[in-house]
C-alpha cells in the first residue's frame, strides 16, 4: 500500500510540475465479448424439473421462460 501511495504522489507531483499530462483514455479495456461462451443444450432429468416446479408453486414464483438456442443468438 505504501508504495501505491508513494506512486501516486510522484504521479501528481509531475502532473502539477507540468512534467506529464491529464489521463484522458480509459482505465478498463472492454472485455465482454470475448468471454461470450456460445450456449449449448444440456440434458435435465425430468424428475429434478418436476421437483422445481412443485417448489415454485409452493412459493407462488412464476418460472421463468428460458428461449431455446436460436433466441438465445437473437438476444445476445
Known amino acids: 500500500m505504501a508504495s501505491k501511495s508513494c506512486a501516486l504522489s510522484l504521479v501528481r507531483q509531475l502532473y502539477h510540475l507540468g512534467v506529464i499530462e491529464k489521463f484522458e483514455g480509459t ?3 472492454d472485455r465482454s465479448k470475448e468471454n461470450e461462451i456460445a450456449p449449448y443444450k ?9 421437483k422445481v416446479n412443485n417448489v415454485l408453486d409452493v412459493m407462488k414464483i ?9 433466441e438465445v443468438g437473437e438476444l445476445w
Open 27 to 29: 482505465l478498463k479495456k
Open 42 to 50: 444440456v440434458a435435465v432429468d425430468p424428475v429434478l424439473i418436476s
Open 62 to 70: 412464476p418460472p421463468t421462460h428460458i428461449p431455446d438456442s436460436t
